[in-house]
């Protein structure tokens, strides 16, 4: 893995931030998903509650994963081999972090700073790339 302590550290802390607005944060995920490409809506058809609980769950479950790659990384290629079955391209995983990012960024407010924002773009670099890889195996 390629995130050093201070990274996981800023990761960790940053999203111990949203954790009290689950549901909101999800919800802005949504939001800002759909702003940035309209067409990902006819992914979603499950209830967007629900699905945005799974989401955070997910996204938690990585943030505090970050010391134990291995175990991480067969969730994430398990995770990568369901999302075929969604509908979920490579090539959607861009906007999907953008969407993560700024989110974060909305919701963390003034210390999501720039260092915060790349451990997060590196981080999500590696579970996108890792879950590419289980949509290809």
Same mark, same amino acid.
């Not at 210390?111 to 290809?136: K, P, S």
């Given at each position: 893995?390629?995130? *050093?302590? !201070? #990274?996981? !550290?800023?990761? #960790? %802390? %940053?999203?111990?931030? $949203?954790?009290? =607005?689950? *549901?909101? &944060?999800? +919800? #802005? ?13 006819t992914?979603?058809? +499950?209830?967007? /509650? ?12 990585? $943030?505090?994963?970050l =010391? ?13 081999? /369901? !999302? ?9 995983f ?7 990012? *700024? &989110?974060?960024?909305?919701? $963390?407010?003034?210390?999501f700073?720039? +260092?915060? /924002?790349?451990?997060?773009? #590196?981080?999500?670099?590696? $579970?996108?790339? &890792? &879950?590419?890889?289980?949509?290809a195996?």
């Amino acid at each position: 893995m390629n995130l *050093d302590l !201070h #990274q996981i !550290h800023l990761i #960790q %802390s %940053s999203f111990e931030r $949203v954790l009290p =607005q689950f *549901d909101l &944060t999800a +919800e #802005q995920f949504y939001a800002r998903l759909f702003e940035l490409e309209p067409g990902f809506v006819t992914l979603f058809r +499950e209830d967007r /509650r629900v699905q945005g609980r799974k989401l955070m769950k997910m996204i938690l479950m990585v $943030v505090n994963s970050l =010391q134990d790659f291995n175990t991480l990384r067969g969730q994430l290629l398990a995770l990568g081999q /369901r !999302h075929i079955n969604y509908g979920v391209m490579p090539d959607y995983f861009p906007t999907m972090g953008q969407a993560l990012i *700024d &989110t974060l960024a909305a919701r $963390v407010g003034p210390t999501f700073d720039d +260092e915060t /924002r790349q451990a997060w773009e #590196q981080l999500f670099a590696l $579970v996108a790339e &890792t &879950t590419i890889e289980g949509m290809a195996s």
